[in-house]
């Protein structure tokens, strides 16, 4: 990637114009500059390129680092996110890739694959079989799983939190790409964000073949990768006439899925008709629910993996506090606050 690119690439990830960027610089670089500058005509000065810098709050290193190539990914999002804040999202991804995959290298630690799925999704019925053998292989058992993010970091999946428009959801890497990663939207509600989670994961580990609804099968996969059925039976039964709100509430404060997921859930198991499912979103409804659920499940879906990785460069001496930092996209003061507190958001 060449230095132009890579100039438009870290603009376009702040979300700037030609015109608002070049208005941060305080007049080092006019807007017309700036646009030669990405188009190639001509290279900036270090000078230039340091106003530039400070103006992103960037590290001069950023424009010089290896950037990372991303060919595909599966984007969960309505048609109201603008094009604009998609590439974003893409190069904020492509940042933290490329700071993570840094990280990895100077504490001299391997990048995890997750092993492919071998099988293929023919049938809705294979997505839950193959949520139920994932559970298996990541030694979940049948319990809910308080942190969805923890478990996927612990299986090297890398995974960042944005703050985005309502209108996305999140993305995820394909299964022929270099590295597993999935993003999501932080500032969606807590159910949300995880059933987002557990979606991401299934558009990246399964291969679903060319007939089946392919969001269908994967919202059956996410749908009982958190809650598998022999649980949901055990809590609510085989066979209902009709779910009370009270039992909903209980489910999701265990499961951590939304009451609309989780009714979707009880149809998809039998345990309700489609009479019945119908009948209960017109309640949940009426009472409000589907605006505004309980917030009751309590958990938290906070990345900690890179941070925990730096902490320990630093701890072992193979990286200094202000490389930590710059690879964790803070500045070094904040960096040594957030080292204090434990707190695992990057602000980038």
């Not at 230039?48 to 990372?68: D, V």
């Not at 991303?70 to 490329?98: C, H, M, P, W, Y």
């Not at 090297?156 to 939190?161: F, K, Q, S, T």
């Not at 500045?331 to 204090?340: A, E, I, M, P």
Request: glycine share 6%; hydrophobic share 40%; net charge neutral.
């Amino acid at each position: 990637m060449s230095l132009s690119t890579r100039l438009k690439s870290a603009r376009l990830m702040r979300g700037y114009s030609l015109k608002e960027l070049a208005g941060l610089t305080s007049g080092a670089v006019s807007s017309a500059t700036l646009s030669r500058f990405e188009r190639g005509e001509i290279a900036p000065s270090p000078d230039k390129l340091r106003w530039l810098a400070r103006a992103m709050e960037l590290p001069y290193s950023y424009f010089f680092r290896t950037p990372k190539v991303i060919n595909q990914v599966a984007f969960r999002k309505r048609s109201k996110l603008g094009k604009k804040v998609e590439q974003q999202i893409l190069e904020q991804t492509r940042d933290f890739l490329e700071r993570y995959t840094e990280a990895e290298h100077l504490m001299n630690i391997p990048s995890q694959k997750l092993p492919e799925f071998s099988g293929v999704i023919k049938s809705l019925e294979d997505a839950e079989s193959a949520a139920d053998q994932l559970r298996k292989d990541w030694r979940l058992g049948e319990n809910p799983i308080h942190s969805v993010v923890e478990e996927m970091e612990a299986e090297g999946i890398r995974i960042l939190a944005v703050d985005a428009h309502s209108a996305f959801d999140g993305l995820s890497s394909t299964p022929d790409s270099e590295e597993d990663f999935i993003v999501f939207n932080r500032n969606q509600p807590l159910d949300r964000q995880r059933f987002t989670l557990l979606h991401e994961l299934g558009h990246h580990y399964l291969k679903i073949a060319p007939k089946l609804d392919q969001e269908r099968a994967v919202n059956r996969f996410s749908g009982a990768f958190a809650v598998p059925a022999s649980m949901m039976r055990e809590r609510i039964g085989s066979h209902r006439k009709q779910l009370h709100p009270v039992e909903l509430i209980g489910l999701k404060k265990d499961f951590g899925l939304s009451i609309a997921a989780l009714l979707y859930r009880a149809k998809d198991l039998g345990i309700i008709t489609e009479y019945a499912h119908r009948n209960a979103m017109v309640t949940i409804s009426q009472i409000g629910w589907r605006k505004n659920e309980p917030e009751v499940f309590i958990g938290e879906e906070k990345p900690s993996r890179l941070l925990e990785l730096l902490g320990r460069g630093i701890a072992e001496e193979c990286i200094s506090q202000s490389k930590a930092a710059e690879l964790y996209g803070m500045k070094l003061g904040d960096f040594r606050d957030v080292l204090l507190q434990g707190e695992k958001y990057s602000s980038n």
